[in-house]
């Protein structure tokens, strides 16, 4: 069960309201350094986590935005999807 970055309503992986994928809270927070362009060395120590678990998290955002890569495209989608606020 996640929060719905647009509504706020409680989903489990999607929100049928905004149509947009639910987020855990270790993918919110490495979505928003991805923005803020830490690579993910920089962001294993910011939230704490091995490395190999910031990638994992990657590509899991990746795939839930329909992201062509781990990096700059995930964040574009992020955007597009109103899921990160500009
Ligand atoms: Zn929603």
Redesign the pocket.
Known sequence: MGK??????E?ETL??????PILTDLERKVLILIARGLNSIEIASEVNYSVSTVKKTRRSLSKKLLSKDIGPNTVARAYDLGILAH
């Not at 719905?4 to 309503?9: A, F, I, R, T």
């Not at 929100?15 to 947009?20: A, E, K, Q, V």
């Open positions: 719905c970055d647009k509504c706020g309503v989903f929100c049928p309201l905004c149509t947009i």
